[in-house]
Structures are given as structure tokens and as C-alpha cells.
């Protein structure tokens, strides 16, 4: 399987097939990218629109957080490729809760020692019984991934 490559980025040639632009126009667009002079590189990213801009600020932010090198050029190639995949398509983004409630619960999980319901219900501002929901849920997470592991 060939892929395409541009800096730290590589994307298998299977995953192309899905984009709206073929490999080679997306590969010409990201050396593009790449080449761009600052002042150049400047004026296009401000000329994309505002949403792609604020994609390519937390994906930059993000890589910065994880110390990646050369975060800029990477957001930017990131946001270009989704741009090509996504771009035109009316699809819906969660907000974020369900993603933020699904780590609470893997948290409680971890903190929960059988005989701390009252605490973990104070300390997430949650009742006893939605905290031991949490934990039969989680628990039963807990066992299917195990018994995968088995077959």
C-alpha cells in the first residue's frame, strides 16, 4: 500500500479513495502548502473561511499541547486534507458533552474502591444511584473488553 506523504502526515492510498479530489490533486495541493512562502502562507490561511480557520487553531493548539514538532505546517495540512474529505458536506459535530460525560465515567470507574459511592457522588455532583449506574455501566465495559481478549 503506497502513501502519500508530506512531512509528518501520511495517509494510506485506501483512505484517498473516500476524498472528493484524487490522491495526486491532494498530494499537488499539501506540496503547495508547503512551499508557500510566509507572507503567502499568511494571506491564504486568511482567506479561508472563518471554520476552517478555527479547525486548523485548535488542531494547531492541540499539536502544540502534545509537542509536535512543526505544529503550524501540520494543522494547516490537516485542515487541507480534511477540507478536501469534509468540504461541502453538511455533517454534524457534537458538542462535546457526551465526549466530556464518557470520561467522568471512565474516571469514577477508576476512582471507585466498592465503598466510596457517597464520596464519588460528592465529588462529581452526581446522586449515589446515577453513580452506581456509572459503575455498572462501566463494569460491564470493563468485562466485554476482557472477554475479547479471550477469543
Sequence with gaps: MSKLKHDTVSVPDSQLDLLSTSAAELEQALETLA??????????????????QSLCDVMRQTLKQYEIDNADNVSEALATSLSAYLGGRDIYIPNGERLKDALRDIRIWREFKGNNLEQLSRD??????????IVAEQRAAFVARKQRRLF
Design 35 to 52: 512551499t508557500l512562502k510566509p507572507d503567502e502562507r499568511e494571506d491564504f490561511i486568511r482567506r479561508w473561511p472563518s471554520t476552517l
Design 124 to 133: 462529581y455532583g452526581l446522586t449515589e444511584r446515577r453513580i452506581s449506574q
